[in-house]
T-cell receptor, first 111, second 112 residues
Framework: EAQVTQNPRYLITVTGKKLTVTCSQN?????MSWYRQDPGLGLRQIYY???????DKGDVPEGYKVSRKEKRNFPLILESPSPNQTSLYFC??????????FGPGTRLTVT | SQQGEEDPQALSIQEGENATMNCSYK?????LQWYRQNSGRGLVHLIL?????REKHSGRLRVTLDTSKKSSSLLITASRAADTASYFC????????????FGKGTTLSVSS
């Protein structure tokens, strides 16, 4: 089954404790993205990747890092999480110019 | 930067009625997409319309695109309770092709 998986689905952590949210897709898509969704603000793109070792900033990249060492994986790294990064995070993948396939989301709370 | 803006923000209708949502955007696009999100869950792609297309259908969905007005509309015909969800339009940034910019969404409530 074609899918995008994210782990963990729920995470509560404390300020400053580094964390990684994993994202994996099994569709051999070149493009992958990370978004955050906040009430009243909609979805905003954090980072995207056009292929292995090719990444670029989205609209809200501050406080986040990504890497794309393999085509299927696109982890999101928060080196020093802060409460304003409490949000619902989505990973997505696609073939260029086509529909994006979204993961189920990761609900992150930073206290 | 917000590219797409949906209108209305919220819409309540009865089952069987049609629901129309609008999206306006600011800059030129390669394509425009509509997505549905059930509460707190992942987004599901509904339909993609390219900049050289004016209308597209998929089941009970009809999407129109007017590039001169920089606007699109999504029509859901014969709505069902299961259509209750938030609907988002998304446009690409042009250069990357898949770096989508989403609007804030229209929340549709269909009551039986």
């Amino acid at each position: 089954e074609a899918q995008v998986t994210q782990n963990p689905r729920y995470l509560i952590t404390v300020t400053g404790k580094k964390l990684t949210v994993t994202c994996s897709q099994n569709m051999n898509h070149e493009y992958m993205s990370w978004y955050r969704q906040d009430p009243g603000l909609g979805l905003r793109q954090i980072y995207y990747s056009m292929n292995v070792e090719v990444t670029d900033k989205g609209d809200v990249p501050e406080g986040y890092k990504v890497s794309r060492k393999e085509k299927r994986n696109f982890p999101l790294i928060l080196e020093s999480p802060s409460p304003n990064q409490t949000s619902l995070y989505f990973c997505a993948s696609s073939i260029k110019g086509n529909e994006q396939y979204f993961g189920p989301g990761t609900r992150l709370t930073v206290t | 930067s917000q590219q797409g803006e949906e209108d209305p923000q919220a819409l309540s209708i009865q089952e069987g009625e049609n629901a129309t949502m609008n999206c306006s955007y600011k800059t030129s696009i390669n394509n425009l997409q509509w997505y549905r999100q059930n509460s707190g869950r992942g987004l599901v792609h509904l339909i993609l319309i390219r900049s050289n297309e004016r209308e597209k259908h998929s089941g009970r969905l009809r999407v129109t695109l007017d590039t001169s007005k920089k606007s699109s509309s999504l029509l859901i015909t014969a709505s069902r309770a299961a259509d209750t969800a938030s609907y988002f339009c998304a446009t690409d940034k042009g250069q990357a092709g898949t770096a989508l910019i989403f609007g804030k969404g229209t929340t549709l409530s269909v009551s039986s």
